[in-house]
């Protein structure tokens, strides 16, 4: 087992990570309080590993909330449910709220969390690889809008990450890989040596050797901790995590929440990112294509954008986008692999032909 520390004065907490955790109530044990327990999962996890899970709180009273699976269901009607079944049970500030699942129920529940009677404990058991390397570590919680995605949050520390990574060996492997997403940008934009290192193991971690996995887990949950622990309300490093993400979220809000995974958009829009890196001049082309393939081909992610956006629908949906400030669009983009920054002014015909390369994106 590993342990790595998110260091936040009071709210510091630890991110524990091994196989066979669950089974493990004596470790986690010290950070779940004494209270009520209310675990919150969805129609997919919580028959895998609802019973495993409960285990962890024997003697205690537990209700469960099972939302409906999927990123479209992240919104405020589960948020109100989750508020309605709290209430209606009479569930008081000594309630611990227990998000298992990816890192849609983990955002659920964190926001849920944050909110209800102005704050209560929670805990993040993080079921996808997405989770346990990115979303369940660092506080972000929140729901979509039908006008924009996780525009609707607020920053709230669980009170530990319990990753169990035995779990991950019922996700799905486009699951994985949409996880994987998250760990390639971790290289790009902070570790060249853990980008080169993931393009040279990719055929086993695309196959979830568990060994290689377990190291992508410390790597990627070491870098979150550090970037958190300096900057955990987001004005200025932790924006760098949203490489790939502007142009992604505006895929992910034009096709319809759900339609690709969030992992898919990102490797798409990281591509996009290092398109117009190179035509703003900050790298060079061999270094985008060689991202492009890294993506495309070591580890078979999609990385051309769906067509049928178009350059007004994605400069109407970055304009939205949580960075954006005085009508400008704020892109983070690359000056080398592993080196990354943010660029607020970005000339409009160089951004419209990122926009419409398609096939030609980094090439
Ligand atoms: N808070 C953050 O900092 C942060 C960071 C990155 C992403 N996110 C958010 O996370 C979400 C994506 O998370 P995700 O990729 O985990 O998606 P997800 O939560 O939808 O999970 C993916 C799918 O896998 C299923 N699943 C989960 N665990 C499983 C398991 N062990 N075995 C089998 N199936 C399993 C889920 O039911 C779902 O169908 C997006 O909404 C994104 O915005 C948040
Ligand atoms: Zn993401």
Not at 14 to 26: K, R, T, W
Not at 146 to 161: D, E, T, W
Request: hydrophobic share 45%; charged share 20%; aromatic share 6%.
């Amino acid at each position: 087992m590993f342990t790595v520390n998110v260091e936040l004065g009071d709210r510091s907490y630890p991110i524990f990570v091994a196989e066979g955790l669950l089974n493990s109530a004596d470790v986690v044990a010290p950070y779940l309080g004494q209270g009520r327990v209310v675990i919150v999962s969805n129609d997919v996890v919580a028959p895998l590993y609802m019973e495993t899970v409960k285990q962890l709180f024997a003697g205690r009273e537990i209700m469960e909330i099972i939302l409906p699976d999927g990123e479209a269901h992240k919104n405020l009607d589960a948020i109100s449910h989750i508020y309605d079944s709290l209430l209606a049970g009479k569930y008081d500030r000594n309630t611990l709220l227990v998000a298992l699942g990816g890192g849609v129920v983990g955002d659920i529940t964190g926001f849920a969390a944050a909110t209800y009677l102005r704050g209560i404990n929670f805990v993040q058991i993080p079921t996808t690889l997405l989770a346990q390397v990115d979303s369940s570590v660092g506080g972000k919680t929140g729901v979509n809008h039908p006008l924009g995605k996780n525009m609707i949050g607020a920053f709230y520390q669980p009170s530990c990450v319990v990753a169990d990574t035995s779990v991950l060996k019922t996700l799905p492997q486009r699951e994985v890989k949409a996880g994987l997403a998250e760990v390639i940008k971790y290289g790009l934009i902070y570790d060249a040596s853990f980008f080169n290192w993931l393009a040279d193991n990719s055929d086993g971690i695309v196959l979830s050797d568990p060994a290689l996995l377990s190291q992508v887990i410390r790597t990627c949950c070491e870098i979150k901790a550090e970037i958190v622990a300096k900057d955990e309300k987001e004005s200025g490093i932790r924006a760098l995590l949203n490489l790939g993400h502007t142009f992604g979220h505006a895929i992910e809000t034009a096709s319809g929440y759900g339609t690709w995974l969030h992992g898919e958009t990102v490797s798409m829009g990281m591509v996009m990112a290092a398109d117009l890196s190179r035509r703003i001049g900050w790298m060079d082309r061999d270094t985008a294509g060689r991202i492009r393939s890294v993506l495309e081909e070591n580890f078979g992610m999609p990385v051309l954008p769906p067509a049928d956006i178009s350059v007004e629908q994605y400069i109407d949906l970055m304009l939205s986008d949580k960075k954006a400030e005085l009508g400008k669009i704020r892109f983070v983009l690359l000056k080398a692999i592993g080196e990354a920054a943010i660029e607020g002014d970005v000339d409009k015909m160089l951004l419209k032909e990122t926009l419409t390369a398609g096939e030609n994106l980094c090439r």
